[in-house]
Nanobody
Framework: QVQLVESGGGSVQAGGSLRVSCAASGRTVSSYAMGWFRQAPGKEREFVAGISQSGGRSYYVDSVKGRYTISRDNAKNTVFLQMNSLEPEDTAVYYC???????????????????WGQGTQVTVSS
């Protein structure tokens, strides 16, 4: 079992930055691709960023590309999402997710997620 706990959410002004973190426990996450999903009010949950098990490859949905950076520290079993130039449209609950992988995958679907965090709220005001 892997437990994922998000932290770092909060409220920021448009144009500001925020970093959310996902701490894993129970076992090492070095064999897992990690990612972040988000769900805005009235919207479906969407995959926004992913990172391979070694951290060598990453993926971003077009709407956040150039503004978000996903990273991981496998020694600390932690994945991060640095969010810059935040916009009100980024307001959502952000969920950390883990997917077992033996290759350098960076994208996975909701139905493929092995472990979920409980989410952290990010609110961006104009």
């Amino acid at each position: 079992q892997v437990q994922l706990v998000e932290s770092g959410g909060g409220s920021v002004q448009a144009g500001g930055s925020l970093r959310v973190s996902c701490a894993a426990s129970g076992r090492t996450v070095s064999s897992y691709a990690m990612g972040w999903f988000r769900q805005a009010p009235g919207k479906e949950r969407e995959f926004v960023a992913g990172i391979s098990q070694s951290g060598g490859r990453s993926y971003y949905v077009d709407s956040v590309k150039g503004r978000y950076t996903i990273s991981r520290d496998n020694a600390k079993n932690t994945v991060f999402l640095q969010m810059n130039s935040l916009e009100p449209e980024d307001t959502a609950v952000y969920y950390c997710a883990a997917k077992f992988a033996v290759s350098a995958i960076v994208y996975f679907r909701m139905r493929e997620v092995d472990y979920w965090g409980q989410g952290t709220q990010v609110t961006v005001s104009s």
